[in-house]
């Protein structure tokens, strides 16, 4: 079991930056891919960015060039950084571990943070 825990979320002005931050429990978060997704009011929720376990990062178009995904598996955290905010980038932001294979496969997700970027 993976217990998942974002932060960082908040209110910023459209132009601003913020870090989401993704902190896993246990010591197995090195081998589960990291995504971020977010939902914005009244919409689905979507993928946002991604890495592996390998470290390999995919971005939506939306967001490429402004978003970076990283992570530190000694400290068991994954990481957003987001700069040039848009409006319509508010959303609540959720990070999911997943793992397709294996005796430890699964996918957790945490409880989600608020951004909210004004024009």
């Known amino acids: 079991q993976v217990q998942l825990v974002e932060s960082g979320g908040g209110l910023v002005q459209a132009g601003g930056s913020l870090r989401l931050s993704c902190a896993a429990s246990?010591?197995?978060?090195?081998?589960?891919?990291i995504n971020w997704y977010r939902q914005p009011p009244g919409k689905q929720r979507e993928l946002v960015a991604a890495?592996?376990?390998?470290?390999?990062?995919n971005y939506a178009d939306s967001v490429k060039g402004r978003f970076t995904i990283s992570r530190d598996n000694a400290k068991n955290t994954a990481y957003l950084q987001m700069n040039s905010l848009k409006p319509e980038d508010t959303a609540v932001y959720y990070c999911?571990?997943?793992?397709?294979?294996?005796?430890?496969?699964?996918?957790?997700w945490g409880q989600g943070t608020q951004v909210t970027v004004s024009s």
């Open positions: 246990g010591n197995i978060f090195s081998i589960y891919d």
């Open positions: 999911n571990a997943h793992r397709a294979t294996g005796l430890l496969k699964g996918a957790y």
């Open positions: 890495i592996t376990s390998g470290g390999t990062t």
